[in-house]
């Protein structure tokens, strides 16, 4: 009888132990999307005027080559 009340001890103190570990390990990964959510709104602003700057390089890059096409000389 006392080894049947052990076991169900240790299998309640094993589900506690589960379910505790399981809580936490989601609250993390919800932490970790908020975060990552806000990096996001941090970021986006500065890859868009990259981008925009890139483009403009491109625009640039294209007209000298352009130019350098219909004349060659310096």
């Known amino acids: 009888m006392l080894?049947?009340?052990?076991?169900?001890?240790?299998?309640?103190?094993?589900?506690v132990v589960l379910g505790s570990l399981a809580y936490l390990t989601l609250g993390a990964a919800r932490r970790l999307g908020r975060e990552a959510a806000a990096l996001d709104r941090d970021v986006r602003?500065?890859?868009?005027?990259?981008?925009?700057?890139?483009?403009?390089?491109?625009?640039?890059?294209?007209?000298?080559?352009?130019?350098v096409r219909k004349d060659p000389t310096p």
């Open 45 to 67: 602003p500065v890859l868009e005027q990259l981008q925009q700057v890139a483009a403009q390089q491109t625009e640039v890059e294209t007209e000298v080559a352009a130019e």
């Open 3 to 15: 080894l049947l009340v052990i076991w169900i001890v240790v299998g309640v103190l094993a589900v």
